[in-house]
């Protein structure tokens, strides 16, 4: 019953969203000139296959990326998750988690059944629970791709490096916050600002900054790969999957 209300519920805004602005009869979405059940169709097809007519439709993505020269040619996003600038940190996802929540332990963590030692998906040691040997995201637990759409996700732990090893990281402010100006080869900036990383239902280290990877520690999958840094400069580190840290997205390069 639930997904039925949704269903109509997106169609009804679906309907009017087509129709506003448009000089057709309210309600003649696919404009054949009279307003009839093809319309609904229509509008099915596109909630399940993501086309209109023969086309692919592709939401406008309205999230900034900067391209620093990196190798790779990586493009990473402007802000975190949940900002509204670069300056801010944004929400904060337990690695693998989809919302923000009040309390980040791992009697609330989702993969697992209460503790480090009963994962239920990410798992790569038997003694650490159900094992999957999945050592990276997939996109339906990836926050970036769920929340900003298909075109971002998480950095893998290579991406992390190469930003560490082929930019140059300034300690500086921007409107009173304290981060990270990640200068990259070809001159191109972002900021990074501090973030500390959620325990329990406080924020600790609040001097460093935090950014989950997609990619877990495969020896120790109870924490993932992350870029850390301070004042002193960045550094590849790993946190407890549970804790709640910001996400500083890339972009897919769709090819």
């Not at 596109?46 to 990196?70: C, M, R």
């Not at 996003?77 to 988690?97: K, R």
């Not at 992350?226 to 790993?238: A, I, K």
């Amino acid at each position: 019953m639930k997904k039925a209300t949704s269903l109509l519920i997106a169609l009804l805004l679906m309907l009017a969203s087509f129709t506003a602005g448009v000089q057709y009869e309210r309600g003649d979405v696919n404009q054949d000139g009279q307003v009839s059940i093809s319309d609904v169709t229509a509008l099915i097809d596109y909630l399940l296959t993501g086309t209109w007519g023969d086309e692919p439709v592709t939401p406008p993505d309205e999230h900034e990326w900067v391209d620093l020269g990196l190798p790779s040619g990586t493009l990473w996003a402007t802000m975190n998750v949940g900002a509204n600038s670069p300056e801010e940190c944004g929400d904060y996802f337990s690695w693998g988690e989809l919302e923000t929540k009040d309390y980040y332990d791992w009697e609330t963590y989702k993969w697992c059944n209460g503790t480090d030692r009963s994962i239920t998906k990410y798992c790569t040691v038997d003694t650490y629970g159900t094992v999957d040997n999945k050592d990276y995201l997939d996109p339906e637990d990836d926050a970036a791709y769920m929340i900003w759409g298909q075109n971002w996700c998480l950095p893998s732990r290579i991406q992390v490096e190469e930003l560490i090893n082929n930019c140059t990281w300034t300690w500086t402010s921007v409107n009173g916050v304290n981060g990270q100006l990640v200068t990259g080869p070809n001159g191109n900036t972002m900021f990074l600002p501090v973030t500390g990383t959620r325990y329990h239902d406080s924020t600790y280290t609040t001097k460093w900054g935090f950014y989950w990877s997609r990619t877990l520690a495969a020896g120790n999958p109870d924490v993932v790969f992350t870029l850390d840094f301070s004042s002193s400069g960045p550094d590849l580190d790993f946190v407890s999957r549970s804790n709640g840290e910001p996400i500083r997205p890339v972009r897919i390069r769709l090819e």
